[in-house]
């Protein structure tokens, strides 16, 4: 019974994430797949206890942000869009979890939120107070705002250095102080545009 469900679980995650083949071969339930298996997110779901309703539904969040950055998933949650990062949460928890480095039941470290201030780093979040689905980045750069409704941003670059907001017809919607800086409630849904580095 214990073989049998262990089967059915690979089964369901390698067909929710697109990898393997229709047909599971009968392994040890203590077995574990190595890094370089043909189903590498499959294996973090599946490490991490998530339930097939969590798995489905954090493919469904990753897939949709995919399509609004351009992105390429690198792990269960984590998307890299040209020096950002975006990691996703699962729908109806407060943070992500960190799935890439082997961790997939607790949060992901959040550069905004933990170490020094001044991390020269900009976050946005999905959610409002610095929770949902984050996203983050270093080095200057002009990116697509992929976040609706309310939401919250923490600029925590270095001193001096404001960010730019940018409506849809690219006109300047706002601008923040310099750092520490931060806004627990912000409304999203007419910025197109975030350029961290105000020039």
Same mark, same amino acid.
């Given at each position: ?5 262990? /089967?059915?679980?690979?089964?369901? *995650?390698?067909?929710?994430? @697109? ?5 599971v071969?009968?392994? =040890?339930?203590?077995?574990? *797949? #190595?890094?370089?298996? *043909?189903? =590498? ?6 490490? *991490? ?7 489905s ?8 942000y995919?399509?609004?950055?351009? @992105?390429?998933?690198?792990a269960?949650?984590? $998307? ?10 699962i729908?109806?928890e407060?943070?992500?979890?960190? %799935?890439?480095?082997?961790? @997939? ?26 929770? @949902?689905?984050?996203?983050?980045? !270093?080095?200057?750069?002009?990116? #697509? /705002? =992929?976040?609706?409704? !309310?939401?919250?941003? $923490?600029n ?8 730019t %907001? ?6 300047v ?7 520490? #800086?931060?806004d ?5 849904? =007419? $910025? ?8």
């Open positions: 019974m214990r073989t049998r469900l262990f /089967m059915v679980t690979v089964a369901a *995650a390698s067909a929710l994430f @697109g990898f393997g083949t229709t047909t071969a009968a392994a =040890p339930a203590n077995d574990v *797949a #190595s890094s370089g298996s *043909a189903a =590498p997110f499959a294996d973090q779901a599946r490490d *991490a206890h998530l339930t097939a309703a969590q798995t539904a954090l493919k469904s969040e990753v897939n949709r995919l399509k609004k950055t351009g @992105g390429k998933q690198v269960l949650n984590k $998307i890299e869009v040209d020096g950002a990062t975006l990691l996703v949460a729908p109806g407060d943070r992500p979890r960190d %799935f890439a480095a082997g961790e @997939g039941t607790r949060a992901a470290a959040d550069p905004c939120l933990t170490g020094a201030v001044y991390s020269g780093y900009f976050c946005v979040y999905s959610q409002e107070v610095y929770q @949902g689905s984050y996203y983050y980045w !270093y080095a200057c750069a002009k990116r #697509s /705002m =992929p976040w609706a409704g !309310y939401g919250s941003w $923490i925590d670059q270095t001193p001096g250095t404001r960010a %907001f940018y409506n849809s017809s690219g006109g919607a706002y601008t923040t102080p310099a750092p520490y #800086s931060s627990d409630s912000y409304y999203w849904t =007419p $910025i197109w545009h975030v350029r961290n580095c105000w020039t």
